[in-house]
Structure formats: C-alpha cells, structure tokens
C-alpha cells in the first residue's frame, strides 16, 4: 500500500522539473548564464544549483531527498520506512507487531491475559460426564470436562454449572482459563482419583434421568439431556462420553453422539477425564457379508458370532407371529430377522431399535421362503443408539425387488406406494393390499410374486385404504411372503401421508331399529357429532362412531318414510378429506325371512391342532338383491349350541359376514361377531341359521369335510343353490391347496401350515 503512494509521488515529482525545463526561455546555455557565474564553473550546470551541492550528485535527484539517503535505495520504498527493516518483510505489516509473533497466528487472537467468556452456543463442549463413580463416593467422584472447540482462549471464571440433581446453578468463582482444544475437568471433589482443574463440592449430578449445562452471560453454551439407560450410556463406574468426531461447534446434539468411556484412571472407574476419548464404535459394514453368508447357507448355516451389527425394527408379537428385531449392517443390505418365539411382546426384547450389538448365531431356518435366525446365544449390546436412519434406503425407483427378492428381504426401506388391489387376509391379525411402486411400473406382471403392503387389522381399519390411494411409508422393514414382498408397516406412524383416495362418502344407511341408524362410510371418520348430522324430519339425539361406521339416535322414526341423511362440511375423514355426498335412509331392513335369503358358503372347522382351536369360523353370504339385519337372528349347531347374534349387522346384496369362534382369536379374522359356541366338530355336525323362527340355512358336514389347516366352501357359482338336506354335495369342496388361497402362514414350518382358505371373500370355483 505505501509502496505505490511513494511511488506516484516520485513521478509527480519527476514530472513537475520536467515540465519547469521544458517552459524556460531559451535553450542557449551561455544567453541564460548568470553574469556571476564562476568562470570554472561547469557550463551545462544549473544556475540555480546549490553552489553547496556534492558536484558527484545525481542532477536528476528529489531536490527534497534526504541528502543522507543511500543513493542506491529503491525510488519506490517508503521514506519512513525503518532502513534497518528486513527486505523480506510484508510491507503491509503492523510496524509495531512484536518481532517475536508467529506470523502464522490469527490476527484476531486474544493477547495473553485477554481472555474472555464464550458467549455462542458450541464454543465449549461438554465432552465427558462421570454420573456415578464406584470407586469413590458419588460426592467426591463426580466430574464434567469440558473441551475448547474454538481457536480463542476462555475463562469461564463468572460463568455457571447447572445440574438438575440439585436443581441450583453453581457459579465458577476462580480463575479458570481454557486455551485452543484444551480440556478442563471440574469435580465433585478433591480426589476423584486424578487431580481436577477445579473442585465445586456441591455439583451433584443425577444418576438417573438428569442434565448439565454450562451457561455464561446468560447464555446456554453447552449441555446434555440424557436418560436413565434408554439410549444414553448408564453404566455404574463408567463415564458418559461424546464422539470425538462430534467435536465441531456446530455439530448437531443428541444420544448417538455420546458412547461410554474406555480407560481405567483410578483404581476401577472407567473414564479418560482432561484427555481426548477414543471414538465411539460405530458400524462393522464388513458384517454385511457375514449376514449374507448366513442367508446363502440357511438351515446349513454354522454358529458365528455377527459383530455390531444394527437393531433397525422390533416387530410385536400379533397373532401366530412371533415377536423378534431385525438387523442390518449395510444400507444396500442385506438384512435378518431373529426370532424371539419366547417373547410375547416387543418390551420383553432383548434389545431395542437403535442398538449396536454383537450376537451370536447358533441356528437359522427357512419357512415359506423366509430365512431367519431361529436361536441366538449372546448378546453384547456395544452402544445403546445409533439412528436406524443410517442404514434406511428409499427403493421407490427401485426395478428389482422381486428379481432380487433375498436382498430385499428385512431390509430397513422407505418407499411411495399406489394402493392396486382390494384388503385381503394376510395371516393371523393382519391384512394386505396389493401394491405398486414408481419402479415397479409394468415390471410386475412378468415376476413371480407381487409387492403388498402388510399391516395389523387394527391399522387397516383406521387407513381406510382404496385403489387408487398412494401412501408413503417410512423407515419399515420388507416382510416376505414366498415370492410375494411385504412393506410391513406395524406401527400407524410409520404411515406418512395417504393421499389421492376415492372421495370419501356414506355407503350405506339403514334402520337398526326404529330409533336407530346405521351409516357405513368408505373411510373412518376423524369425529362425527350430533351437531354434525342433519336427517329433515327427525331430531339427532347421539352419534356413537367406531371407525369406519356411525350408529346415530334419533328420535322415532316412521318407517314408512325415507330419510335423508347430511353431514356438516366440517365433516373429515382421519387424513382430513371432507365427507362428500348425502343419502338415504333404506328404512328400517327386515330380517331373513325364506330360505336362500341368507346362504353359509364357508367354515373352518380345524385350524390348529388340539384342544383350544381359537381360528374357526363360519361365513354367510347374501345372494339376493335385497338388504338384511341379522341382528337377533340365531347362529347354532345340532346340539342345541345356539347363539343369538348380538351386532348390529346389516349385509348388503353379494357382501359376506364372518363369525369367529374368539374376538381378535389366533386366526386375526376381521369378524363381524363372535359365534360364542363350543368349537366345530371335527367328526361332523350340523350348522344352521334361523331367524324369527324360520331356518334360512342349515349344512351338515362330515368328518371327511375336515382337514388340518384347509377351509371347506361353496363352489362360487353354486351360491344360490340350498344346502338344506343334501349335505355336502357337489357344490362344495376343500380349499385348493395354492399359494393364491393362502390366507395364513406361521413361522414354524410345521403340520399346521399353511391355512387355505377365503374367509370374508368371494369364493372361488371349485376344481
């Protein structure tokens, strides 16, 4: 900078005794001599030269020059530059800095004895915690140690701990500095078993649930909120680490930051308080292959030990489906399912999502397809959290799924799919959709198996899932099902959005009794009030609503009438789409009075082996055009084993009703009520329906009707024919034993599975 202000300078200079030269009067050297001049004098001289002037001086010098100055300096360089200055030296640099400074040091430092509080969230890091010390008392060897991130020198002397034990900020009341990436260490006491930086004998930190922060000026610059063993480290005699890798000020808080510490630094806690950690473990993606060898060998497969690995789903125990976790190492997989047959809920886990572990393999098996590990020895839980997010892939746009069904097999995935098939059964407690995704786009038809989207019942009532519906699922594991892949969803948060539905609307409106209307909407409803039901002609009383049906009060109705019920247009479903549409009341539906009004089509007389036999059922169906109540209508059997049905079940024209032999019973059948009879015989008996003391249908079966596992129906197209006095005729047959009439599979491939069957379906054509 100074160098070219000098410079302008010394050309403005030169110009300007140019410029006086060039307007003198005349170039003749002798006219313009003064008559004065020493005739020795030199003739090309300057007259006006200084008579003092070095005879050896440059004519052409700064007049101004300092006579002293080395004729031989550069014309450029500052004149109030020190002469004795090295060359070398950055001109732009501070003429006072301390010759001494390392030239590399940030300009913006604090001089030595400068320092000041931190005073941004994450320029000190709470990087260690000791909560419960063993081998010391916890009032003496409890500690925090904190970790300069910043490239400034800090004192936190006026600054204060806070820690929920004690409930009281405790002001740091010495001196007490912390220069770049250094450690302090304050605690509890005067021996923990090393020497802290500083003693406050009244920090107190919870040795449960609890949390620590460090807070200048009034500012939180760091902290921690962690639990009692949950996903933070809680181990007796153990400190309570942060990654190393996480040491950024900016980096994001949380427990997959913070690991327990490793080194003993007194006579058995476990800790490395005032030095840097060790960082934490993280996942073996080399175990990806060993998991792989595992599906490849399947039941062949020898005892080997899966070292951390990730826990990435718990899978409740529903139905006949064991209860178990998945495991993953890779993001492109593959992945495993284990099996806790022992368990009976996901609480009674050995481990929990999240979790690092190592575990020992001793057995795998292979049923419909499915390879699992069936028993497991050890388990070393390494590090309490890691977010399954990590190993997570979204196979929307994926066009390989059923080509490379084993790499898809109980792999963490997220994914959008388009609702393409009605709900059917999908084994005990659940139900499926058909399903197609963006990259599966017209590669389905040519596979062998197809892609469904698996849930509990009690979730498929709630969605209220149509073709034509897209859903997005989040971070589920792929169940599988032979050559079928399942996104299995057992959780309804793990549905994001659904969207694109059919409009939703009442389907149905029918008279229960003369105070009482039933509506079916093709969706359940968020809510549905008396104050949001207008019927002309009729006072709305109470609305009682369960899911996707309303039972609304009125007050008496004429039969005779038709009614027409609306609805509010505040009215939504549960994925807030308003209800759309009105209709009409059918009156008040009479019961079956003839028979064929009310047709059985179906029943399960052995689902399972032995005594308690909870999947049984019987199906009905209507084929005639007309509406029916079967409200008080009797369900029985030959040995006067009669149940009056209680539900209010109204069966519109072609609809089936299923009555299970146990509510929610190990069949997971979506039934419209509980027959509440001692179980069907496996010898043979009779089944029938009455209704106001008219039979509607009776069936008599045999004991070569009954068969382990296997439904016998009607012949779909022999619906209207009677059951009544043949028995079991042509009409009728097992279920044929084929994957498409597969409605159950369990997890043990024994005698009991597969179920065949078509339970609360059409039927099908017999062979």
Same mark, same amino acid.
């Given at each position: 900078?100074?160098?070219?202000?000098?410079?302008?300078?010394?050309?403005?200079?030169?110009?300007?005794?140019?410029?006086?030269?060039?307007?003198?009067?005349?170039?003749?050297?002798?006219?313009?001599?003064?008559?004065?001049?020493?005739?020795?004098?030199?003739?090309?001289?300057?007259?006006?030269?200084?008579?003092?002037?070095?005879?050896?001086?440059?004519?052409?010098?700064?007049?101004?020059?300092?006579?002293?100055?080395?004729?031989?300096?550069?014309?450029?360089?500052?004149?109030?530059?020190?002469?004795?200055?090295?060359?070398?030296?950055?001109?732009?640099?501070?003429?006072?800095?301390?010759?001494?400074?390392?030239?590399?040091?940030?300009?913006?430092?604090?001089?030595?004895?400068?320092?000041?509080?931190?005073? $941004?969230?994450?320029?000190?890091?709470?990087?260690?915690?000791?909560?419960?010390?063993?081998?010391?008392?916890?009032?003496?060897?409890?500690?925090?140690?904190?970790?300069?991130?910043?490239?400034?020198?800090?004192?936190?002397?006026?600054?204060?701990?806070?820690?929920?034990?004690?409930?009281?900020?405790?002001?740091?009341?010495?001196?007490?500095?912390?220069?770049?990436?250094?450690?302090?260490?304050?605690?509890?006491?005067?021996?923990?078993?090393?020497?802290?930086?500083?003693?406050? *004998?009244?920090?107190?930190?919870?040795?449960?649930?609890?949390?620590?922060?460090?807070?200048?000026?009034?500012?939180?610059?760091?902290?921690?909120?962690?639990?009692?063993?949950?996903?933070?480290?809680?181990?007796?005699?153990?400190?309570?680490?942060?990654?190393?890798?996480?040491?950024?000020?900016?980096?994001?808080?949380?427990?997959?930051?913070?690991?327990?510490?490793?080194?003993?630094?007194?006579?058995?806690?476990?800790?490395?308080?005032?030095?840097?950690?060790?960082?934490?473990?993280?996942?073996?993606?080399?175990?990806?292959?060993?998991?792989?060898?595992?599906?490849?060998?399947?039941?062949?497969?020898?005892?080997?030990?899966?070292?951390?690995?990730?826990?990435?789903?718990?899978?409740?125990? !529903?139905?006949?489906?064991?209860?178990?976790?998945?495991?993953?190492?890779?993001? *492109?997989?593959?992945?495993?399912?284990?099996?806790?047959?022992?368990?009976?809920?996901?609480?009674?886990?050995?481990?929990?999502?999240?979790?690092?572990?190592?575990?020992?393999?001793?057995?795998?098996?292979?049923?419909?397809?499915?390879?699992?590990?069936?028993?497991?020895?050890? !388990?070393?839980?390494?590090?309490?959290?890691?977010?399954?997010?990590?190993?997570?892939?979204?196979?929307?746009?994926?066009?390989?799924?059923?080509?490379?069904?084993?790499?898809?097999?109980?792999?963490?995935?997220?994914?959008?799919?388009?609702?393409?098939?009605?709900?059917?059964?999908?084994?005990?407690?659940?139900?499926?959709?058909?399903?197609?995704? $963006?990259?599966?786009?017209?590669?389905?038809?040519?596979?062998?198996?197809?892609?469904?989207?698996?849930?509990?019942?009690?979730?498929?009532?709630?969605?209220?899932?149509?073709?034509?519906?897209?859903?997005?699922?989040?971070?589920?594991?792929?169940?599988?099902?032979?050559?079928?892949?399942?996104? *299995?969803?057992?959780?309804?948060?793990?549905?994001?959005?659904?969207?694109?539905?059919? =409009?939703?609307?009442?389907?149905?409106?029918?008279?229960?009794?003369?105070?009482?209307?039933?509506?079916?909407?093709?969706?359940?409803?968020?809510?549905?009030?008396?104050?949001?039901?207008?019927?002309?002609?009729?006072?709305?009383?109470?609305?009682?609503?369960?899911?996707?049906?309303?039972?609304?009060?009125?007050?008496?109705?004429?039969?005779?009438?038709?009614?027409?019920?609306?609805?509010?247009?505040?009215?939504?479903?549960?994925?807030?789409?308003?209800?759309?549409?009105?209709?009409?009341?059918?009156?008040?539906?009479?019961?079956?009075?003839?028979?064929?009004?009310?047709?059985?089509?179906?029943?399960?007389?052995?689902?399972?082996?032995?005594?308690?036999?909870?999947?049984?059922?019987?199906?009905?169906?209507?084929?005639?055009?007309?509406?029916?109540?079967?409200?008080?209508?009797?369900?029985?059997?030959?040995?006067? *084993?009669?149940?009056?049905?209680?539900?209010?079940?109204?069966?519109?024209?072609?609809?089936?009703?299923?009555?299970?032999?146990?509510?929610?019973?190990?069949?997971?059948?979506?039934?419209?009520?509980?027959?509440?009879?001692?179980?069907?015989?496996?010898?043979?008996?009779?089944?029938?329906?009455?209704?106001?003391?008219?039979?509607?249908?009776?069936?008599?079966?045999?004991?070569?009707?009954?068969?382990?596992?296997?439904?016998?129906?009607?012949?779909?197209?022999?619906?209207?024919?009677?059951?009544?006095?043949?028995? !079991?005729?042509?009409?009728?047959?097992?279920?044929?034993?084929?994957?498409?009439?597969?409605?159950?599979?369990?997890?043990?491939?024994?005698?009991?599975?597969?179920?065949?069957?078509?339970?609360?379906? =059409?039927?099908?054509?017999?062979?």
């Amino acid at each position: 900078m100074f160098r070219g202000k000098v410079l302008t300078i010394f050309i403005a200079l030169a110009f300007a005794a140019g410029g006086a030269l060039a307007c003198g009067g005349t170039d003749d050297p002798v006219a313009n001599q003064s008559e004065e001049q020493d005739p020795n004098q030199d003739p090309n001289q300057d007259p006006n030269q200084d008579p003092n002037q070095d005879p050896n001086q440059d004519p052409n010098q700064d007049p101004n020059q300092d006579p002293n100055q080395d004729p031989n300096q550069d014309p450029n360089q500052d004149p109030n530059q020190d002469p004795n200055q090295d060359p070398n030296q950055d001109p732009n640099q501070d003429p006072n800095q301390d010759p001494n400074q390392d030239p590399n040091q940030d300009p913006n430092q604090q001089e030595p004895g400068d320092a000041e509080h931190p005073d $941004e969230a994450g320029q000190v890091l709470l990087s260690e915690f000791m909560k419960s010390p063993t081998d010391v008392s916890a009032t003496e060897g409890q500690w925090i140690e904190l970790y300069n991130s910043t490239f400034m020198d800090f004192d936190l002397e006026g600054c204060e701990i806070s820690s929920s034990e004690t409930g009281m900020s405790h002001e740091i009341d010495d001196t007490l500095s912390m220069g770049t990436g250094e450690f302090v260490v304050i605690a509890n006491g005067d021996d923990p078993g090393f020497e802290p930086d500083l003693v406050i *004998s009244d920090l107190g930190l919870a040795g449960g649930a609890g949390s620590i922060a460090l807070v200048c000026g009034g500012t939180t610059i760091t902290g921690v909120e962690y639990d009692d063993g949950e996903t933070y480290p809680s181990t007796p005699g153990v400190s309570v680490v942060r990654d190393p890798d996480f040491f950024a000020p900016d980096e994001a808080d949380g427990p997959w930051i913070w690991c327990e510490g490793t080194g003993v630094y007194n006579t058995s806690d476990v800790g490395s308080p005032g030095e840097m950690a060790e960082a934490c473990p993280w996942i073996d993606e080399g175990s990806a292959a060993d998991i792989a060898a595992l599906r490849d060998a399947g039941a062949d497969a020898d005892a080997t030990t899966l070292e951390r690995v990730l826990v990435t789903y718990a899978r409740p125990e !529903i139905g006949d489906d064991e209860a178990g976790f998945f495991i993953q190492a890779s993001a *492109s997989g593959p992945a495993i399912f284990v099996s806790a047959d022992d368990a009976t809920g996901v609480e009674e886990l050995p481990v929990r999502p999240g979790q690092l572990i190592d575990v020992e393999v001793q057995g795998v098996e292979v049923a419909a397809d499915r390879t699992v590990v069936s028993t497991v020895g050890e !388990i070393d839980i390494i590090r309490l959290y890691i977010p399954p997010s990590n190993v997570v892939s979204n196979i929307s746009d994926a066009d390989d799924i059923l080509t490379h069904i084993d790499e898809y097999e109980a792999r963490l995935v997220s994914a959008d799919l388009t609702i393409d098939g009605d709900s059917a059964y999908a084994g005990a407690g659940y139900e499926k959709y058909r399903v197609v995704t $963006e990259g599966m786009a017209g590669q389905i038809e040519a596979a062998d198996g197809v892609l469904e989207f698996r849930v509990p019942l009690e979730h498929s009532e709630v969605l209220g899932l149509e073709p034509g519906c897209e859903i997005s699922v989040e971070q589920i594991p792929v169940w599988r099902h032979r050559d079928n892949i399942q996104f *299995s969803a057992w959780e309804l948060l793990e549905v994001e959005f659904v969207d694109h539905c059919p =409009a939703t609307m009442a389907v149905s409106a029918a008279s229960v009794d003369e105070e009482t209307i039933e509506v079916r909407f093709n969706r359940p409803l968020e809510s549905l009030e008396s104050g949001d039901v207008t019927i002309d002609g009729l006072d709305v009383t109470f609305v009682l609503l369960d899911g996707a049906t309303a039972l609304i009060e009125t007050s008496a109705q004429d039969l005779t009438s038709v009614y027409t019920v609306e609805f509010a247009s505040s009215v939504t479903d549960i994925w807030g789409n308003p209800v759309v549409g009105e209709i009409d009341v059918e009156g008040m539906s009479e019961r079956p009075s003839t028979p064929m009004d009310v047709v059985i089509t179906e029943f399960m007389a052995q689902f399972q082996s032995g005594g308690q036999d909870p999947g049984e059922y019987i199906e009905l169906h209507n084929p005639t055009q007309e509406t029916w109540m079967l409200t008080g209508c009797v369900l029985g059997k030959s040995d006067t *084993s009669n149940y009056t049905i209680e539900a209010p079940i109204i069966l519109e024209p072609g609809e089936e009703a299923l009555f299970t032999s146990t509510e929610g019973g190990a069949a997971g059948l979506d039934e419209d009520d509980v027959f509440g009879f001692p179980r069907l015989a496996n010898s043979g008996d009779t089944i029938f329906l009455e209704c106001d003391g008219q039979t509607i249908d009776e069936l008599t079966y045999s004991g070569s009707a009954v068969e382990l596992g296997i439904s016998y129906q009607k012949d779909v197209d022999s619906l209207t024919e009677s059951n009544a006095g043949s028995g !079991i005729d042509d009409h009728w047959c097992l279920t044929p034993q084929e994957s498409s009439h597969e409605y159950w599979v369990g997890d043990d491939d024994d005698a009991t599975n597969p179920k065949y069957g078509t339970p609360g379906q =059409a039927n099908i054509s017999c062979p």
